[in-house]
């Protein structure tokens, strides 16, 4: 049973920094590329970044240069650093496994002044 659950959401002022995490268990997270997703309010999920198991990047033109994904397999656990955070980037941010249909419950991310 593939389980992935995120945390380190909550409410930042434009400008501010937050690292979000996911922990993984149920699978053999170390072979797997990993994923953030984020859903705004009336908006479709979109996806943030990608880190493969090779430690391989890919990051949406809207965060490049402010977000950086990373993964630590020995806590099988995937972050999202995020920096320079902006309004537009209020959403629910999600986990997924790229090649499976896994995702988490969602950590909430409020930029507000």
């Known amino acids: 049973q593939a389980q992935l659950v995120e945390s380190g959401g909550g409410l930042v002022q434009p400008g501010g920094s937050l690292r979000l995490s996911c922990t993984a268990s149920?699978?053999?997270?170390?072979?797997?590329?990993m994923s953030w997703y984020r859903q705004g309010p009336g908006k479709g999920r979109e996806l943030v970044a990608q880190?493969?198991?090779?430690?391989?990047?890919y990051y949406a033109d809207s965060v490049k240069g402010r977000f950086t994904i990373s993964r630590d397999n020995a806590e099988n656990t995937v972050y999202l650093q995020m920096n320079s955070l902006k309004p537009d980037d209020t959403a629910v941010y999600y986990c997924?496994?790229?090649?499976?249909?896994?995702w988490g419950q969602g950590t909430q991310v409020t930029v507000s002044s």
């Open positions: 997924k496994v790229v090649t499976m249909g896994y």
């Open positions: 880190i493969g198991s090779s430690g391989s990047t």
């Open positions: 149920g699978f053999t997270f170390r072979t797997y590329a």
